[in-house]
């Protein structure tokens, strides 16, 4: 079936330590994004990318890295410098990045300090 | 700039009953409206969304939204809730990015807690 894949779906991190959160789809769509999910704050965009080997900052890319080196994965970098990682995390796709278009999501990652 | 407001954290419902959960945005141009639900440690499912044309827009599990450009809202409705409703439920509006990308922007969500 085609979808989103999240991996992991719980990790912990340890103060100072870089993790990274894998995501892979099969739909063949060109826009890939992701997402951070905090209680009663909605979804807020890190980082998005229409095309391979091209990505932009979305609101709070501080403390965040991504790379889109094949169409189908679009992993997500926390490193150290984010002084609050302990969140939801999503991953994205849609067909491009046209406004009327549909994202679809991952099942998402949580992401815990310790 | 484009943003959301739902204006409830939470709505509980009895089971059987009517609900509707309000969602107001702002933009200055014309707007492409979603509602996506959420399960309990799930990703975000698209429920139903408008792009143009008619303003009530019938969605996945029976639920239907009214776009209303004069009131600048988009709520979502459904008739009759089961159990299994019980979720959070996000409205979002889509907004340009640079170099003709576009993104949403989410509400804060609404929790709905249907009971028996």
């Known amino acids: 079936d085609g979808g989103i894949t999240q991996s992991p779906k719980y990790l912990f991190r340890k103060e100072g330590q870089n993790v990274t959160l894998s995501c892979e789809q099969n739909?063949?769509?060109?826009?890939m994004y992701w997402y951070r999910q905090d209680p009663g704050q909605g979804l807020r965009l890190i980082y998005y990318s229409q095309i391979v080997n091209d990505f932009q900052k979305g609101d709070i890319a501080e403390g965040y890295s991504v790379s889109r080196e094949k169409k189908e994965s679009f992993p997500l970098t926390v490193t150290s410098a984010q002084k609050n990682p302990t969140a939801f995390y999503l991953c994205a796709s849609s067909i491009n990045g046209g406004r009327g278009n549909t994202i679809y999501f991952g099942e998402g990652s949580w992401l815990t300090v310790v | 700039a484009q943003s959301v407001t739902q204006l409830d954290s939470q709505v509980p419902v009895f089971e059987e009953a009517p609900v509707e959960l309000r969602c107001n945005y702002s933009?200055?141009?014309?707007?492409?409206l979603f509602w996506y639900v959420q399960y309990p440690n799930q990703g975000l499912q698209l429920l139903l969304k408008?792009?143009?044309?008619?303003?009530l827009v019938k969605g996945i599990n029976g639920f239907e939204a009214e776009f209303n450009k004069s009131q600048t809202s988009f709520h979502l409705r459904k008739p009759s809730v089961h159990i299994s409703d019980t979720a959070e439920y996000f409205c979002?509006?889509?907004?340009?990015?640079?170099?003709?990308?576009?993104?949403?922007?989410f509400g804060a969500g609404t929790r709905l807690a249907v009971h028996p």
């Open positions: 408008y792009l143009s044309g008619s303003t």
């Open positions: 979002a509006v889509t907004r340009a990015l640079s170099g003709g990308y576009n993104k949403l922007i």
């Open positions: 933009s200055s141009v014309s707007v492409y």
């Open positions: 739909l063949n769509h060109d826009a």
